[in-house]
Each structure stands twice: as structure tokens, then as C-alpha cells.
């Protein structure tokens, strides 16, 4: 799966221009976002619960053009509850998205 580093900065600048304060709040609220749907995944214990936090994850991907994060959360939505595979998989790419 390829993986752009500079994606995310790049939906975001594109959405608020060059303000580098901005860009770095919206960053940070992208990420919590991002991190709270991982762990509704991690706690999901039914089918439902998963396939939404899934879905969320996948809303909140696209909205910035990430689709290598898109293309994990769609995966993780067909992939039955808790898939360790798809968690870590789902934690690399948000490792990445932190330190790109």
C-alpha cells in the first residue's frame, strides 16, 4: 500500500491557505479524531460498533485525500471485530501520519 507522507499537510494547507498555526491545529485535531476512532475499533466487541467506528475513520480519511488510510478502514469495516492485523495495520499509518 503506498503511502504519500506530505498528503496530509498538503489537504490541509489546501484547505486554509499557508497559515502554519492553523495547519498545525487542524493537524492536531485530525489525529485526535483519527485516534479515537482506533480505539472505538479496539473496543468495539460487536459487529456494529466496528463498522461504524470503521466507517468514521474512513469519512475522516477521505475528507483529506488519505487514501491509503481510506483503503484500511475499508478494510477493517469487511474484517470481523478487533482484527489484530487491522489494528496495527490502522497504527502504523496514523504512526506515519503523526511523524511525516
Do not use: H
Request: proline share 3%; charged share 25%; hydrophobic share 50%.
Amino acid at each position: 500500500m503506498s503511502y504519500d507522507p506530505g498528503a496530509l499537510d498538503a489537504a490541509l494547507a489546501a484547505a486554509v491557505g499557508e497559515d502554519i498555526a492553523l495547519i498545525a491545529d487542524l493537524r492536531v485535531a485530525f489525529m485526535e479524531s483519527a485516534e479515537r476512532q482506533l480505539d472505538l475499533l479496539r473496543r468495539a466487541r460487536c459487529d456494529a460498533n466496528w463498522e461504524l467506528a470503521a466507517w468514521r475513520l474512513k469519512g475522516l480519511a477521505a475528507s483529506f485525500g488519505l487514501t491509503s488510510l481510506m483503503a484500511i478502514a475499508d478494510e477493517a469495516a469487511s474484517s470481523a471485530p478487533g482484527d489484530p492485523r487491522v489494528l496495527r495495520q490502522i497504527r502504523m499509518t496514523l504512526d506515519r501520519l503523526r511523524n511525516g
